[in-house]
């Protein structure tokens, strides 16, 4: 697990390989732990909000192909997996309200 802290907004905790997901979009290398300064977040907040728009117009495309070669969903069948832009909310909420606080976010296993 990995919880990202910020007196700003309190603490998001997610799975260690979806966190370290995250980071690296940000520009981050994974450790242990860590810190995204106030300096940092406007980008942070950008590259998750850009990269959450880019997996849902991918997942989009891949829809309507499976629709136009008349690929019928089982309603049985596994649910959809989480997407990026569900997945980086939590973290790009605590990104703008510590931003706007100005409080660094901090981060560890």
């Given amino acids: 697990m990995i919880k990202f802290r910020s007196n700003a907004s309190g603490e998001v905790q997610m799975l260690e ?17 860590g810190v995204i300064t106030p300096a940092e977040m406007s980008d942070a907040i950008a590259r998750l909000q ?8 991918s997942r989009a495309a891949t829809e309507i192909k499976a629709a136009d070669a008349d690929q019928v969903e089982d309603t049985d ?13 939590p973290l790009i909420e605590m990104l ?3 931003q706007t606080a100005g409080e660094p976010i901090l981060w560890g296993l």
């Fill in 17 to 33: 390989a979806h966190g370290e997901h995250l980071l690296s979009i940000i520009g981050k290398e994974h450790s242990s732990q």
């Fill in 96 to 98: 703008k309200r510590s």
């Fill in 77 to 89: 069948a596994e649910p959809e997996p989480i997407r990026l832009s569900q997945r980086s909310f």
């Fill in 50 to 57: 850009s990269a959450s728009r880019a997996d849902d117009a």
